[in-house]
């Protein structure tokens, strides 16, 4: 069965420090992988897709098929990337059914 | 302004009293999806639809009904609520598939709290 695993549910961290919300999953195809964000008082929104290969706001994140994760990265975290942050997962081959992760919180001091 | 609404946002109801939360979106999107937000659980799927007249369950299609008449709608019902029903519920589209084209956009949310 997919899942999809987020180990941390709060990561508390300072202003200009690294940050790695990790994520990951279990599938034995091909799976497409995204980060959504919830800001507060904002709607859930697309964060970023690992096809598109891009970053968005600073971050990055990695398809990596051998560990089975898509950890979401940045190097130097600004206070207003505080948020809730949601892994998620769509097989390649049935794109219908969007699985999330539990999130994590994000919160970065001053 | 393109979005999805979702009415009500709040709501306190009785165990058994059927009840609808309505979701509409103005982006002319074919998909359409509910989730249900629980503490520790992250978002799980309830019904999604692909298009007017075509649904499908999700993971955790159990005590709920959809419907699809018009494209822009795609209400929920809760025929008999019961109190494992109280959750945080959401709405969202897309234009195309969720991982295909398009992005998933989201309603506000609507929580529910059965009695």
């Known amino acids: 069965a997919q899942r999809v695993t987020q180990p941390e549910k709060l990561l508390s961290v300072f202003k200009g420090a690294p940050v790695e919300l990790k994520c990951n999953y279990s599938?034995?195809?091909?799976?497409?992988l995204f980060w959504y964000v919830q800001y507060s008082r904002q709607r859930l929104q697309l964060l970023l897709r690992?096809?598109s290969r891009e970053s968005i706001k600073g971050f990055t994140a990695d398809l990596n098929k051998g560990e089975t994760s898509f950890h979401l990265k940045k190097p130097f975290a600004q206070e207003e990337d505080s948020a809730m942050y949601y892994c998620a997962l769509s097989r390649m081959d049935s794109s219908y059914k969007l699985i999330f992760g539990s999130g994590t919180r994000l919160l970065v001091r001053p | 302004e393109a979005q999805v609404t979702q009415n009500p946002r709040y709501l306190i109801t009785v165990t058994g009293k059927k009840l609808t939360v309505t979701c509409s979106q103005n982006?002319?999107?074919?998909?359409m999806s509910w989730y249900r937000q629980d503490p520790g659980l992250g978002l799980r799927q309830i019904y999604y639809?692909?298009?007017?007249?075509?649904?499908d369950k999700g993971d955790v299609p159990e005590g709920y009904k959809v419907s699809r008449k018009e494209k822009r709608n795609f209400p929920l019902i809760l025929e008999s609520p019961s109190p494992n029903q109280t959750s945080l519920y959401f709405c969202?589209?897309?234009?195309?598939?969720?991982?295909?084209?398009?992005?998933?956009?989201f309603g506000e949310g609507s929580r529910l709290t059965v009695l």
């Open positions: 690992h096809i």
């Open positions: 969202a589209s897309s234009f195309g598939t969720p991982s295909g084209a398009g992005e998933l956009f």
């Open positions: 599938y034995s195809g091909s799976p497409e």
């Open positions: 982006m002319n999107h074919e998909y």
């Open positions: 639809s692909m298009n007017v007249e075509v649904t």
